[in-house]
């Protein structure tokens, strides 16, 4: 645990002792359904994750238990990697397409009306 006035992390992995590499379960601080809900979608596409899941421990505690169970000898990182880096590229595509379309709008209230 972080002392005080040391930044926690924001990501730990518990893996349970003797368990393989596909069967872990990540910690997500400060964090909550807005990207746990968003994170699992992105992570079930993948044809290597059999099970993806996570829950809010408690309404009053900001973090979310992420598991992942993966077959066929893929390591669970792998998966959670992946899902983080498309869902980065969504957010990214819809923040790009809502600022071309904020900037297409404020150019036709400048033009004159005719």
Known sequence: ????????????????DGSDEGCVTFVLHDED????N?????IMKNVDVEFCGY???HPSESKINFRIQTRGG???????????????DVCQHVLNTFQA????????????ME
């Open 33 to 36: 359904h807005t990207l746990g």
């Open 38 to 42: 968003s994170l699992r979608y992105m």
């Open 101 to 112: 379309r904020v900037n297409e709008f404020k150019e036709r209230q400048e033009q004159p």
């Open 1 to 16: 645990m972080a002392a005080e006035g040391e930044k926690k992390p924001v990501l730990e992995m518990v893996q349970a």
């Open 74 to 88: 893929t390591p669970a990182t792998e998966p959670l990697r992946r899902g983080l880096n498309e869902l980065n």
């Open 55 to 57: 829950t809010i421990t």
